[in-house]
């Protein structure tokens, strides 16, 4: 089964940016579309980006829309989430995830792999 490791968190001020990392191992990645979620404390995990397996379609929740840019490099089979113009309410654990089986690319119920999180913090 692949791993996923994100990485790149971090305690930011309002209006920084950050790029987070998530590093496949174990297999590749490379032919399965890749999300993004978030979960804020007290708050159900929710949507973020999401990426077709070829890189070519891209989406995105409306909170982050024009802020965020998800991406891919296959050959290192690794996605990305830069983060621009980051704002006190997109404090979360960020979690990458992996669908194997198709279905929406917006509910945590079409993934099926995981990465544990990382932390992003973004002070006022």
């Known amino acids: 089964q692949v791993q996923l490791v994100e990485s790149g968190g971090g305690l930011v001020q309002a209006g920084d940016f950050l790029r987070l990392s998530c590093a496949a191992s174990?297999?590749?990645?490379?032919?399965?579309?890749m999300g993004w979620f978030r979960q804020a404390p007290g708050k159900e995990r929710e949507f973020v980006a999401a990426?077709?397996?070829?890189?070519?379609?891209?989406y995105y929740a409306d909170s982050v829309k024009g802020r965020f840019t998800i991406s891919r490099d296959n050959a290192k089979n690794t996605v990305y989430l830069q983060m621009n113009s980051l704002k006190r309410e997109d404090t979360a654990v960020y979690y990458c995830?992996?669908?194997?089986?198709?279905?929406?690319?917006?509910?945590?119920?079409?993934?099926?792999?995981w990465g544990q999180g990382t932390q992003v913090t973004v002070s006022p």
């Open positions: 990426l077709s397996w070829s890189g070519s379609n891209t």
């Open positions: 995830a992996a669908q194997t089986s198709g279905g929406s690319y917006r509910y945590t119920r079409n993934y099926d792999w």
């Open positions: 174990g297999g590749t990645i490379r032919n399965l579309p």
